[in-house]
C-alpha cells in the first residue's frame, strides 16, 4: 500500500497568515493527490483535486502544488472559518490511502 | 442534488455483525461507484471498501475477511456488513461517491458513528 505522510500533524496560525501542510507519498503517484477539509463534526469535504485543481465553491486563497511524491496545500490569508483538519490522499493506486491528518488552529 | 446518507445502529456489542446503510440520490448506483471509509474518534481516515458500478466489489486487505458490500439499485441503497467486531472498530462511518482511480471522493454522506461496547 501507498503510505501517505503529513506534517505538520498540527498547526497554529494567526488570522491572515499564509500556511503550507505537505504531504509526502512513498511512492510516485503522479499527481493523483487530493485535499480534503474536515471541520469539526462534519464530513470531509474535497478542496483541490490532482495536486493543483481547485474544486467547486473551494476559495481561491486555498491552493495545491506538487509532483512525484511531495505536495502542499497552502491556505493565503488565513481565515477564522478554515479552522479544520486537513488531509491528503492519493488516488493513484488501490487502496487509496490517506494522510494522518493535519489540524489547523487560529494562534 | 447528489447526497448520500448513512444509516444504522449507533452501539454494536463486541463479537457481533455491523449493518449499515447508505441511501443516495441524485445519481445512479450503475453510473457511480460508492465507497464506504471509516474514522476513528480523533484519529484519521481508513478506506473500506467499494462498490462498483458493475456490481463487484474491492476491499481493504486488513478488512476483507469480515467486511461485505452489497447494494439495491431500485432502492439506491448500498449496504455494508462487517463481523466479529472489536472495539477498535468504534468510528464514524461514511459513504463516499466514488469514480475511477484518479478520481477523488467528491460527495460524502455526514456520517453515523458507531460504538461497539458491551
Known amino acids: 500500500d501507498i503510505q501517505m505522510t503529513q506534517s505538520p500533524a498540527s498547526l497554529s496560525a494567526s488570522l491572515g497568515e499564509t500556511v503550507t501542510i505537505e504531504c509526502l507519498a512513498s511512492?510516485?503517484?503522479?499527481?493523483?493527490l487530493a485535499w480534503y477539509q474536515q471541520k469539526p463534526g462534519k464530513s470531509p469535504q474535497l478542496l483541490i483535486y490532482?495536486?493543483?485543481s481547485l474544486n467547486d465553491g473551494v476559495p481561491s486563497r486555498f491552493s495545491g502544488s506538487g509532483s512525484g511524491t511531495q505536495y502542499s496545500l497552502k491556505i493565503n490569508s488565513l481565515q477564522s472559518e478554515d479552522v479544520s483538519i486537513y488531509f491528503c490522499?492519493?488516488?493513484?493506486?488501490?487502496?487509496?490511502?490517506f494522510g494522518g491528518g493535519t489540524k489547523l488552529e487560529l494562534k | 442534488q447528489v447526497q448520500l446518507k448513512e444509516s444504522g445502529p449507533g452501539l454494536v456489542q463486541p463479537s457481533q455483525t455491523l449493518s449499515l446503510t447508505c441511501t443516495v440520490s441524485?445519481?445512479?448506483?450503475?453510473?457511480?461507484?460508492v465507497s464506504w471509509v471509516r474514522q476513528p474518534p480523533g484519529k484519521g481516515l481508513e478506506w473500506m471498501g467499494v462498490?462498483?458500478?458493475?456490481?463487484?466489489?474491492a476491499y481493504n486487505s486488513l478488512l476483507k475477511s469480515r467486511l461485505s458490500i452489497s447494494r439495491d439499485i431500485s432502492k439506491s441503497q448500498v449496504f455494508l456488513k462487517m463481523n466479529s467486531l472489536q472495539t477498535e472498530d468504534t468510528a464514524t462511518y461514511y459513504c463516499?461517491?466514488?469514480?475511477?482511480?484518479?478520481?477523488?471522493?467528491?460527495?460524502w454522506g455526514q456520517g453515523v458513528m458507531v460504538t461497539v461496547s458491551s
Open positions: 463516499a461517491r466514488d469514480r475511477n482511480l484518479g478520481v477523488p471522493f467528491d460527495y
Open positions: 441524485g445519481f445512479s448506483l450503475t453510473s457511480y461507484h
Open positions: 462498490i462498483w458500478t458493475g456490481g463487484s466489489t
Open positions: 511512492e510516485d503517484i503522479y499527481s493523483n
Open positions: 490532482y495536486a493543483n
Open positions: 490522499q492519493q488516488n493513484y493506486d488501490s487502496p487509496r490511502t
